[in-house]
Structures are given as structure tokens and as C-alpha cells.
């Protein structure tokens, strides 16, 4: 890829994202002087395939909580409007005892081409999603209707996920690992570091894999 600078994130960018890995990713943004991104490490994969990696665009959404029944029409507007290659973002503004994501869900969103998603919570209908191929990272499982426990109260919005900001079409990437979120405005000093890292990186445990000297390989690459 040419590497120019230019000011616009587009498919071609979040494809070539699928080459790198999230603590590649984590540790470059540190390198850079980005503060910390990274997704806390309760959120999790739930098909905990190690091959299998994900990039889009953030498209966030804010769950509340409430104890009176709240009809989910917010919620269905808000699956009818998700953007091509998105990254589903679920927020909360507390703890939800109920299931923020499920089965009809993840159909709805695959429809949509979406990449996956990521919820502040708990989800459901973990056979639903398996058949679907959809990813969901999570902070387990929960058999619980939102109804008079949560509803969707915004989406297309800035949200506080566990401490980060994420903002509409931020960049996450993810993969086994855990989930790391590229602010927009950094994608690119990130994007054109990372493709240096990783043939630094390479370098690296091709030669450790040769038996070469780890310090003569840190003296030569500063990486390790």
C-alpha cells in the first residue's frame, strides 16, 4: 500500500488492520504517547477462536437502567439504522442485572454487514449467536429480558465504556486477546507505525526462533 498520508479511514484501512494483533496495537499506542484505550480485560470473546480478528468502525450506544417497563423500540430503531462495517458498542450508566445483547440482535446487526460488537454487560442466546458466526465480546452470560431492568436510551453517541471514550467511527480492533480502540483522530500515526512494528516484530522471532541472542535482537530492534 502507498503509504501517503491521507484523511480519510475506509475499508481498505480496516481490512488491512486484520494483518496486526491487539497488543501489537496496545503497545505501539504507548510507544506513540497515546494514553491506554485498551478495553478493560473483563470484556471478552465469546467464541474464544484465536484466529479470528475484527476492525470497524465504533458505532456507540447507551443502555440505562430503570425498574419500569420500558418498550424496546429504541432499541429496534436502533439495529435499523446500524451503518455498513460497524462495531457495536453497548454502554451502560450502571450495572445491569439483565441481558444487553442476544440472538435477535446479532441477526439483525449481521444483516447489516456489521463486524461485531461489544457490550458493557451480559448477553444471551450464546447457541443463536454461534450459529450466526457473529462475535460478541461480553462480561459473561445473563438469561435476563432488559425490560424493567434497562433500556436504550441513545445511540450514535459518545459513551464512557469502563473508563474510555468512544466516540462515532473511532477505529476498534480486535481479536482473542481482548479489544483495543484507536481514536479516529490517531489513526493514522497508529496505522503507519504499526506496519514498521510489525516487521520489526518479525525480525524478531524469526530470529529468537533461530536461536539468535535475545539482547543482540533488543540492541538491534529495541523490541521484544
Known amino acids: 500500500m502507498n503509504l501517503i498520508m491521507i484523511n480519510q479511514i475506509t475499508k481498505i484501512h480496516l481490512d488491512d ?7 501489537l496495537v496496545s503497545d505501539t499506542m504507548d510507544r506513540l504517547g497515546i494514553k491506554s484505550y485498551v478495553i478493560d480485560k473483563s470484556i471478552q470473546s ?7 480478528k475484527f476492525c470497524g ?28 462495517d460497524s462495531f457495536i458498542v453497548i454502554a451502560t450508566d450502571s450495572n445491569i442485572d439483565a441481558a444487553l445483547w442476544g440472538g435477535m440482535m446479532s441477526a439483525g446487526a449481521k444483516s447489516h454487514e456489521t463486524v461485531a460488537a461489544m457490550v458493557g454487560g451480559e448477553i444471551r442466546d450464546i447457541s443463536q449467536i454461534n450459529s450466526l458466526g457473529f462475535e460478541v465480546y461480553s462480561k459473561g452470560h445473563c438469561i435476563k429480558d432488559i425490560r424493567t431492568r434497562g433500556y436504550m436510551d441513545s445511540y450514535n453517541v459518545n459513551v464512557n465504556f469502563y473508563g474510555i471514550e468512544i466516540k462515532p467511527n473511532d477505529v476498534i480492533f480486535s481479536d482473542v486477546n481482548g479489544v483495543v480502540v484507536i481514536p479516529k483522530e490517531n489513526f493514522f500515526e497508529v496505522y ?21 541472542s535475545a539482547s543482540d535482537l533488543f540492541n538491534k530492534f529495541n523490541r521484544f
Open 46 to 52: 465469546n467464541s474464544k477462536n484465536p484466529d479470528l
Open 192 to 212: 503507519f507505525e504499526l506496519l514498521k512494528a510489525l516487521d520489526e516484530e518479525k525480525s524478531v522471532f524469526k530470529g529468537l526462533s533461530e536461536g539468535k
Open 17 to 23: 488492520m486484520l494483518q496486526f494483533y491487539t497488543p
Open 57 to 84: 468502525f465504533a458505532y456507540p450506544c447507551l443502555v440505562k437502567k430503570t425498574d419500569q417497563y420500558v418498550e424496546i423500540n429504541k432499541l429496534l430503531e436502533m439495529i435499523d439504522s446500524i451503518p455498513k
